[in-house]
């Protein structure tokens, strides 16, 4: 059986490839100080909008990264 240390140890691939920052609907919310809903008809009728990734009907998540640039594209 295998345990986490014996597998091989790669420190400088890990470096490489910084983690993805998602936020949930609710924390999307906070951030532009809006409701929920809001941020749900943003999706639907801004095609400027960064869409969020669907992992199920009712789990969604936006990339900061995302929404860092379109809120420079805004500016």
């Known amino acids: 059986m ?3 240390h014996d597998l091989p140890c790669n ?3 890990e470096t490489k490839s910084p983690a993805i920052e ?3 609907l609710e924390q999307v919310a906070q951030r532009y100080k809006v409701t929920i ?3 749900q008809n943003w999706v639907k009728i801004n095609p400027a909008f960064p869409q969020p ?3 199920s ?3 969604v998540r ?3 990264a ?3 640039a379109f809120e420079a594209g805004k500016q």
């Open 37 to 39: 809903r809001s941020v």
């Open 57 to 59: 009907r009712r789990i």
């Open 11 to 13: 420190d400088e691939a």
């Open 2 to 4: 295998k345990t986490n």
């Open 62 to 64: 936006w990339r900061l």
């Open 53 to 55: 990734l669907r992992f």
């Open 66 to 68: 995302d929404l860092e």
């Open 22 to 24: 998602l936020l949930d």
